[in-house]
């Protein structure tokens, strides 16, 4: 305990003495943080957004609106009581942010960049898959919840405990932490479901991506006959595509299987089935079936949408087509991964050249349709040139969370963006990590993101324990 007590001292020491700016000279181009946080918009209840300064400098100042802080090196680290008095004060407002450094012996202050700190908050949890970024599909996978409004991390999966099995994504039904659903996988495996804290084994076969009805009672999924494949351009690395798919409905309260051969036709490849936020519709894509992996290229999924009674728990009988794949070069169309904003309004989607796995698709993209209007924007302030997926919507409609390889094409990493009243996105930002170094040294790739309202309350001893019940069986 002593020897912490005098290594805080030093650190605090250190700080306290940092130098000040003198004669300072004047740059007209921005900072070069990392992460690029310049002109974000942020929400009132978002962690600090600590940063490095990527230049060889000996001292840094940073002046955010009311808070300056001093710090020896590029590191730039808030007290996180400061921020929230920070962020409390800014609410609705924007905050000037000027950095000045010393690099060789000399004072340099950068551009000013701004803030703009929105009052709608974005849902303070996220859950995400920590996974190697290699070509295997899966090795040591972790599943974390993070708390956004600081810096606490649990794990609600985690290889050690569940003898290295594969786990895929854990999803809320309407953000709601106490109605969830993740998969283990391997012998003895099944759907972890979560309710109120009290933890079940489901035995759906085969099923893979899946959402929640309205009500909680249904849950749509897909099951997938999934193959990888390896491309000879280091540029995609990794394919994977799927032989066999259907969309079913899983009745949760009988225990029974609802299809349709509307949704399950031999000759198409139906997968990404999700509910509308009033449950009247299921939204899925569809591709025609293709040589593979051959013509993969050819594989081009369109959007449609098929109605549902939740009373009944019937399917309709009519598809519709939102957006019809092409596969022109000029216009990538294939769509995945369809996701709703909880107020109905928009329908965000990830666009790719072809196929079904868009993490190693470096033209992948998101797009957002207007549900109202059916505009479509192509959300050229949030997209890069490497791949932007696996998103989820905040519980009040104004945020939205991404996985993007913006920064090395390699590891995936959480993106919050804005999206107004207007339905104008703003420029994203990374989630905020307490020591601006952490980018840096992670060596796992954040899967698929999704935003809760709160604390799921369960964690990794809860799910090894339910691994071991007997399955509750479907049919």
């Keep these: 305990m002593k020897k912490l007590v005098y290594l805080l001292t030093i650190l605090t020491l250190c700080v306290a003495c ?25 929400p009132e209840n978002i962690a600090p957004l600590n940063f490095l300064l990527r230049a ?3 001292a840094i100042e940073v002046k955010a609106g009311s808070l300056t802080i001093h710090a020896r090196g590029n590191e730039a680290v808030f007290d996180i009581d ?13 905050i000037d942010v000027t950095i000045t450094a010393l690099i060789d012996g000399r004072w340099i202050q950068y551009k000013t960049f701004h803030w703009q700190v929105v009052t709608d908050q974005v849902d303070p949890y996220l859950t995400y898959r920590l996974i190697e970024p290699d070509y295997e599909i899966w090795n040591n996978v972790q599943i974390q919840q993070r708390c956004v409004e600081n810096f606490e991390t649990n794990a609600l999966g985690h290889y050690e405990q569940l003898d290295n099995r594969c786990m895929n994504c854990h999803t809320f039904a309407n953000q709601d932490p106490n109605l969830s659903m993740m998969y283990v996988r391997g012998e003895n495996g099944g759907a972890i479901l979560n309710q109120n804290g009290k933890l079940s084994k489901l035995s759906i076969p085969g099923s893979v991506y899946f959402g929640f009805s ?82 993969i290229k ?139 170094t952490f980018y840096d040294n992670n060596l796992k790739s954040f899967n698929a993101p999704e935003l809760g309202k709160g604390k799921v309350p369960f964690d990794v001893d809860d799910v090894a324990e339910a691994i071991r019940q007997e399955a509750l069986i479907f049919k």
């Design 214 to 295: 309205p009500s909680g009672r249904y849950i749509t999924y897909s099951t997938q006959q999934i193959i990888p494949a390896f491309h000879s351009l280091a540029s995609k690395r990794l394919e994977v595509f799927d032989a066999k798919s259907n969309v079913f409905v899983a009745d949760m309260e009988q225990h029974r299987i609802i299809s349709s051969p509307l949704l399950s036709d031999s000759l198409k490849l139906e997968t990404f089935p999700t509910f509308s936020p009033d449950g009247k519709y299921i939204y899925y894509c569809v591709s025609d079936s293709v040589s593979l992996p051959m013509e």
């Design 56 to 58: 060889n400098c000996e």
């Design 298 to 436: 050819q594989l081009q999924y369109s959007l449609v949408r098929i109605p549902f009674d939740e009373q009944t728990g019937a399917i309709g009988t009519q598809v519709d087509t939102l957006l019809r794949a092409t596969a022109s070069p000029q216009s990538k169309t294939s769509v995945c991964h369809p996701r709703i904003s909880p107020d109905g309004r928009y329908l965000l989607y990830t666009v790719a050249d072809y196929g079904t796995f868009p993490i190693w698709h470096p033209e992948a993209d998101l797009q957002m349709m207007d549900l109202k209007t059916g505009r479509i924007d192509s959300l050229a302030i949030v997209n890069s040139e490497k791949s932007d997926t696996y998103h989820s919507w905040s519980s009040n409609s104004r945020w939205f969370v991404f996985a993007s390889k913006r920064d090395d094409g390699l590891y995936g990493k959480p993106y919050f963006c804005y999206v107004d009243k207007e339905g104008k996105a703003h420029k994203p930002f990374c989630l905020p990590q307490e020591h601006p």
């Design 18 to 42: 940092a130098p000040t700016p003198k004669d300072v000279q004047q740059s007209d181009q921005l900072p070069p943080i990392y992460p690029d946080y310049c002109e974000v918009t942020i």
């Design 82 to 94: 400061d921020w929230e008095a920070l962020m409390e004060q800014s609410a609705g407002k924007e």
